[in-house]
Structures are given as C-alpha cells and as structure tokens.
C-alpha cells in the first residue's frame, strides 16, 4: 500500500487497535480522527487523538478510509512455483515493526529460518526470532505476521515461530541498509 504518511482521518466504523508497544487491545469509534504515521507490511500505524501509537492489522484497514486497503507486499506473490527458504525470508521482509519503518529482517530479528521436508513433500519451517527488547508486547502480533507470510510460500504445509531472548537482540543486528536509514552509520 502506497498511501501518504502524516495524514488525518476520520474513522468510518469502529475498528480493533494493538497499543504500541504494550499489545494491549482497544476499540476505536467511528468519527475517531487518527492521523496515519505508517503503512508497511500489511498493517498500518497510527496515532490517536489522545497520543497513543496503535497498529491497526489489514483485517480493520476498511475503517481508515483510505482508497487502497492495506495488504501484505507481494502476497500470495510466493505462493507458486518450487520451495526455497530464500522465498519465506523475501516474505518476511514484508513483516515491520509497528514502531520502526524497517522490516523485521533488516533489523535484525531473524535470529534463524530453516525448512525441513515433510512426508507429503511439503516443508516445515521454522523460524527463531525476538524483538528489540524483552518487554515487548508486540512480539506475539509480529510472530503471527511472521506465520503468515512464512505460508504464503509455494510448498509451505507447517510454519512453527518461536520467540527467543537468546542472544538478546543489538543494534550490530541490523543491516547496513536498516542502519544507514535510521542514521544509525
């Protein structure tokens, strides 16, 4: 989704909101003016009339208003053609963090992303990833976006996602691209 940062809207319907970063759930009305702040990966960031950041998943996209909904870059893109993890990890680069407009493998949290073949010939992957600080309570809506575009791999039957603390997660992480647009060189 292409839609331009810092605009203010006026919700049309209520929809479910994730508060950034403590995960807690809330419901925004119709009528509620937010102001869009991101719209990356199929969810989009916005911030509330009283403050707070929330991210809104492309399943409540409609109530932004906004002329095209929020999806998943290049969904269902890997969903033909022959296995290959390098596929699930191109996937993930479409996962962001809700708070930092990089992708969750440019900064860093892919710890490991390894597929084993299935009996039925399909593939099992899993993947090891953590959040840029244990507190986080986004870790478990990251590791659902991370599940989902794992499937939309061509050959993928099971994805397991784990959450790991182990190393913890460092700023020597992120790519070169990821430090060199947050300023960070």
């Known amino acids: 989704m292409s839609s331009p940062r810092y605009v203010t809207i006026e919700l049309d319907r209520s929809c479910l909101a994730t508060v950034i970063p403590g995960g807690q759930l809330m419901t925004l009305e119709p009528g509620e003016r937010i102001t869009v ?17 929330v991210r809104i998943g492309a399943e409540d996209s409609a109530a932004l ?7 998943l870059e290049g969904e269902g893109a890997a969903a033909v053609g022959p296995f290959d993890v390098e596929q699930v990890i191109e996937q993930l680069k479409n996962v962001f963090d ?7 493998v440019d900064l860093g949290l892919i710890y490991d992303c390894d597929a084993y073949p299935l009996a039925d010939g399909g593939q ?6 953590s959040m840029t600080a244990p507190g986080c309570g986004m870790g478990d809506i990251l590791k659902e976006d991370a599940r989902t575009a794992a499937e939309s791999v061509a050959g993928v039957r099971e994805v397991d996602v784990e959450l790991v603390w182990d190393p913890p997660w460092g700023l020597e992480r992120m790519s070169e691209s990821a430090r060199l647009q947050l300023g960070m060189y």
């Open 124 to 129: 099992r992957v899993e993947i090891r990833m």
């Open 37 to 53: 702040v991101q719209t990356l990966g199929g969810s989009a960031t916005v911030q509330t009339e009283v403050g707070y950041l």
């Open 98 to 104: 809700p708070e930092i407009p990089i992708n969750v």
């Open 65 to 71: 208003g906004l002329t095209d909904p929020v999806t």
